[in-house]
Every structure is written in structure tokens, then in C-alpha cells.
């Protein structure tokens, strides 16, 4: 497997402000979904990106980010496995964010924002119960 390549790059705007919250080790972790555009012949549409961070990324991410930000999202592709409520074992897939920038600000906002950042050795994910589906409200 030398040869093989797990890396997903993405632009787009969040759906909502982003979910941030700090395991029980003190490690922080930011996840929000980013909505992805796209054009074919005849049909258009967009597509829903679940995005986690860890680390000093996460926390930038928390703070920095809302609802509608355009933001360039790297990092690798992974699935979870875990279980909900009732003990039934459920899987998320995600993009674990190696790197985040923000492109663009919502309109009307004139906050300054960092260029760029990339987050700290990768960290464990922790279990999540998914993200509420945005599809009905796309942010642009």
C-alpha cells in the first residue's frame, strides 16, 4: 500500500456554526459540515462534507468559524465506527482535517482572520452521535 494516496481537498461554506467540545484527556475537537458545489452538463447541485479537527486546529476552528464562512479544507478520509443509544453500531464518514483557511468572510462581516493553520500530530476520534442534517438549509 506505498503507493496508495488518502487526501481530500474541498472549498466551501459551513451549514451551521461549528459544534466544538474537549474530551475527557483535555484534547479538543471541532466537527461542522461544509457544503460543496458543483455543475454537470445539465444539473447542478451540492454536496455535504462532514469535516473533525483535533488540537490547536479544532480550537481555531471554533473560534473562528460560523455559519457561512468559505473556508479550503485538506486532510484524509475516514470512516468510525460507533454506538448509539440503543447499543446498535452505526458509522460516520468524515474528512480528519490536516489543514484549514479561510478564504472569504460572510457577507457584511469585516472580522480579520488568520491565513492559515495546520493542527498537531493526529489525535484519536472520539465517538460522535453524527451531525443534524443540514440539506434543507444550504448557506448560499
Known sequence: MANDLNQCNFIGRLGADPDSRYLSNGDAVCNFRIAVGWKGKDKEGAEWVPCTAYGKLAEICGEYLRKGSQVFVSGRFITRKW?????????????????????????????????????????????????????SDIPF
Open 83 to 135: 454506538q448509539d443509544k440503543d447499543g446498535n453500531d452505526r458509522y460516520t464518514s468524515e474528512i480528519n482535517l490536516d489543514r484549514m483557511q479561510m478564504l472569504g468572510s460572510k457577507a457584511g462581516s469585516d472580522t480579520d482572520r488568520p491565513a492559515a493553520q495546520s493542527r498537531e500530530p493526529a489525535a484519536k476520534p472520539a465517538p460522535s452521535g453524527g451531525v443534524a442534517d443540514m440539506e
